[in-house]
């Protein structure tokens, strides 16, 4: 059985490149936010937006990290990460720059999110694994992620499984 899986990820940049992951049909995972819903969170400021986040990690095994150009320095990111290791969530990083967007360009590569956090003194990095497939076209990474995202999740539970 495939682990449900919360996906998060910088919304303007990288919400296509999200859902050709979430398409991919490999892991089960939250149902995304319609624009409605998200103005209603919204409404309810950060302490409605950090409920609505732990609600939705609560149905999962795993919080994936969509990481695009800008996706480290963002608030929520960080929030996220935070609130599933609190959790005992799995966590795991994919670099999805090299998808392309829906006017079809591909991003810069962004840094680390994980690098922003430690446990125990140790870089979160240094735990967390993250993904950069090896191709540089869409059509390539794409399916290097479809591939093996089963199998990196596997792993990013095992991995969590050793620090609870």
């Not at 999200?18 to 049909?25: E, F, S, T």
């Not at 996706?71 to 290791?85: D, F, G, L, P, Q």
Request: aromatic fraction near 10%; hydrophobic fraction near 35%; charged fraction near 25%.
């Amino acid at each position: 059985m495939s682990p449900r899986v919360y996906f998060s990820f910088n919304n303007k940049p990288d919400n296509w490149r999200a859902a050709q992951v979430r398409n991919m049909g490999v892991v089960e995972g939250n149902r995304p936010a319609t624009e409605d819903e998200w103005k209603e969170v919204n409404k309810g400021g950060d302490a409605a937006i950090k409920e609505w986040i732990a609600a939705q990690l609560a149905a999962q095994s795993a919080a994936l990290v969509l990481i695009g150009s800008r996706t480290a320095r963002r608030k929520w990111i960080h929030h996220v990460i935070r609130e599933a290791w609190r959790t005992e969530k799995a966590l795991l990083g994919v670099y999805v720059h090299n998808l392309k967007d829906s006017n079809g360009v591909q991003a810069n590569k962004g840094s680390n999110p994980f690098d922003h956090f430690t446990v125990d003194g140790v870089p979160m990095s240094e735990i967390v694994k993250t993904y950069n497939p090896p191709y540089s076209t869409s059509t390539e990474v794409h399916d290097h992620i479809q591939e093996n995202l089963q199998d990196w999740l596997d792993e990013a539970i095992t991995i969590r499984e050793d620090y609870n």
